[in-house]
């Protein structure tokens, strides 16, 4: 929820390295307002030690691998927290939260980006080495082993905090899809960012996302992430790709493609009918490389669809309603039973019921093929099942709003 205490709906595109240099930021603010979203993954910038700009200082005078300055892990590079601070101030002048990634624990799933990281002992001054197995993964910068290099990540996380606190629409995220190795490190990185921010002005939500085995390219637990002491989570896993299995309410639930990888459009509706908020993993500023998830016109389906989901979010008062399968044959059901209900039905369109208590409702046809509400009016619920049937092919979303009092208006 938000300051003033409404539910505050997360959903958006993000895509690579927003926050590096060449990238038209304020371009791609533009294109997330154009679509209606208001959430990102805030891709800080390139990890590595070239990165633009690097996340550590450089003074040498020995060499790293790439034939610059070594890192110092003891000098945290003002010119990169500056660099997230402005994107998130940009993104929070147009009404878009952030999450924020702190460090580059994808970086264990690619042997390549062992020579890159400043975790690779000859990359950095101090000599502390992330790759002591020699397999190649970096986990072991991951994982607690090396204290004196978990000291220097900490000391890390507390500077990004320490430029980003005060701002409201921040949210925190350990890294990007870290090794199952690495569950105790970002358990770990979470209390410490609690208590870093525990005296400061603002308090911000920490999230864990899918953990993955990347030795074996093979998916991690979902358990482990909904037992941890996160604020939020984004699950991974073929479970979630069609059907989409309902939120508990144990975490905040942010269903990323990133993670998902192969989805249809529909997967939209039935993410927020089902209690997550859907994120796309777009290929915005990146269209030379090969869309292998979904196809450019499925994406731009996706974009328009996660657009129309805030919409409804924006006007349903959505901190009462939860998912509801039972409440129709659709089995694709949001409610706050006796006041709203918000039902999708897939395509091909067909007669649905819902389960409603009896009185006077207001009613929306929306069309998600064509963004529009063709029907709208009211309707008088006489018995506990009703009957429907979409003025329209294809697919369709139904929005019931009881009427409380007689002349009542919808909000």
């Known amino acids: 929820m938000d ?28 294109f ?72 580059p624990i994808d970086s264990a799933k690619r042997q390549s980006d062992r020579d890159e990281s400043p975790y690779f002992a000859p990359n950095n001054l101090q000599e502390l080495g992330a790759d002591a197995d020699g397999n190649g993964h970096l ?12 000291a220097y990540q900490e000391a890390f996380a507390r500077k990004l905090i320490d430029a980003v606190n005060d701002l409201d629409n921040v949210l925190y995220e350990i890294g990007n899809e870290g090794d199952v190795r690495s569950a105790a490190w970002q358990y770990h990185l979470v209390r410490i960012i609690r208590e870093h921010e525990f005296r400061k002005p603002k308090q911000h939500l920490v999230g864990i996302t899918a953990m993955l085995d990347w030795p074996t390219h093979t998916d991690g637990s979902n358990e482990v992430l909904l037992a941890s002491p996160a604020d939020w989570v984004s699950l991974s896993g073929v479970s979630y790709r069609a059907d989409v299995p309902a939120s508990d309410g144990t975490k905040a639930s942010i269903l990323d493609t990133d993670h998902i990888s192969v989805v249809k459009p529909d997967w939209v509706w039935k993410c927020f009918t089902r209690g997550h908020h859907p994120i796309l993993m777009d290929w915005y500023g990146h269209e030379s490389l090969p869309m292998n998830w979904y196809t450019a016109d499925e994406q731009e389906v996706m974009r328009n669809y996660l657009g129309y989901t805030l919409q409804f979010a924006q006007k349903m008062a959505l901190g ?8 129709s044959s659709t089995q694709y059901c ?28 207001t009613y929306e046809w929306f069309n998600p093929a064509s963004g529009t509400t063709p029907s709208a009016g009211s309707l008088t619920a006489e018995k506990t099942t009703m009957t429907f049937v979409a003025p329209f092919a294809g697919e369709a ?3 019931l709003r009881r009427l409380s009092e007689p002349g009542a208006q919808p909000r």
């Open 139 to 150: 986990s072991e910068a991951f994982d607690l082993s090396i204290p004196e290099l978990t």
């Open 334 to 361: 949001l409610a706050h039973p006796g006041h709203e209900y918000l039902v999708y039905q897939p395509a091909p369109s067909s007669a649905f019921t819902v389960e409603l208590i009896p009185g006077a409702y």
């Open 397 to 399: 979303i139904l929005y």
């Open 320 to 327: 009462e309603m939860r998912p509801a399968d039972a409440l």
């Open 3 to 30: 300051g003033f205490g409404r539910t505050v709906y997360l959903t958006g595109s993000h895509t690579w390295n927003q926050c590096g240099d060449g990238f038209d930021y304020e371009a791609y603010l533009d």
């Open 32 to 103: 997330l307002q154009k679509y209606h979203h208001n959430f990102i993954r805030l891709w800080s910038g390139d990890y590595g030690i070239s990165g633009s700009p690097p996340a550590y200082l450089r003074p040498g005078p020995r060499k790293a691998l790439d034939g610059g300055p070594k890192v110092d892990l003891s000098q945290p590079n003002p010119a990169y927290f500056d660099r997230v601070r402005s994107c998130s101030e940009a993104a929070r002048k147009r009404g878009i939260y952030v999450a924020i990634s702190f460090f």
